[in-house]
């Protein structure tokens, strides 16, 4: 199956410090990829939409300010968490879609970044 | 607004035995379920999906049965084995011929099979 790399797995950042995740399309191109965020014992809360060539388009209540999202390449999608502070930790996984077929269908999830700031 | 709810939120079932998740939806306009495994620390991974042209789909040790009318879709473990421990989430999306799919989850099942 196709493989969606997610770098770092973990990070620990001082307060006030910007952490940049990176998700990468190995083996297909994707013109979107996804970025979501998930709370211990809970369910992926969608954040944004990163479209290659263009900009985000983030869910309401996302500060996109915060969360910089950047889609240069159609195997790169890079989301910058800014000015992180304790409660922007939570582990942070992005998708993407192979393009092409008929349909696009089937998402490929990254490992995750857990993302700690203290 | 839950766009697809899940159920039970945690499950233990006895090795050998069949778990079944649970998920509804009420968006009509969904045309594609799929559910996804996840490990702890781990990204989630596609397990199996169906399209609302049939009722069930079966793969290995995996079933998807769907109910249209009632717009409920549900999954179905044989012979849970304690590797099947995982959290389950189902998803649904629309399928757009240009562009991704966003996916709307369910809240999750952890799900842990005792020896």
């Known amino acids: 199956g196709a493989v969606v790399s997610q770098h770092p797995s973990r990070v620990i950042c001082k307060s006030g410090t910007s952490v940049k995740i990176e998700c990468r399309s190995l083996?297909?191109?994707?013109?979107?990829m996804f970025w979501y965020r998930q709370f211990p014992k809970k369910s992926l809360m969608l954040m944004a939409t990163?479209?290659?060539?263009?900009?985000?388009?983030?869910e309401q209540g996302v500060e996109k300010d915060k969360f910089l999202i950047n889609h240069a390449s159609l195997t790169l999608s890079t989301l910058t968490v800014t000015s992180a502070h304790p409660e922007d930790s939570s582990f942070y996984i992005c998708?993407?879609?192979?393009?092409?077929?008929?349909?696009?269908?089937?998402?490929?999830f990254g490992q995750g970044t857990r993302l700690t700031v203290v | 607004q839950q766009q697809v709810k899940q159920s039970p939120q945690s499950l233990i079932v006895q090795k050998g035995g069949i778990s079944i998740i649970n998920c509804a939806y009420e968006?009509?306009?969904?045309?594609?379920f799929p559910w996804y495994q996840q490990f702890p620390g781990k990204g989630p991974a596609l397990l199996i999906a169906?399209?609302?042209?049939?009722s069930e789909k079966k793969e290995g040790r995996f079933t998807i049965s769907f109910n249209k009318s009632a717009k409920q879709f549900s999954l179905h473990i044989m012979d849970s084995q304690p590797g099947d421990s995982a959290t389950y989430f189902c998803?649904?999306?629309?399928?757009?011929?240009?562009?991704?799919?966003?996916?709307?989850f369910g809240t999750g099942t952890r799900l842990t099979v005792i020896p």
């Open positions: 998708s993407a879609t192979r393009v092409g077929g008929l349909m696009n269908t089937e998402a490929f």
């Open positions: 083996d297909f191109q994707a013109t979107t």
């Open positions: 990163s479209n290659e060539g263009s900009k985000a388009t983030y």
């Open positions: 968006n009509t306009a969904f045309d594609y």
């Open positions: 169906i399209r609302p042209d049939v």
């Open positions: 998803a649904a999306s629309k399928l757009r011929r240009t562009g991704a799919n966003n996916l709307f």
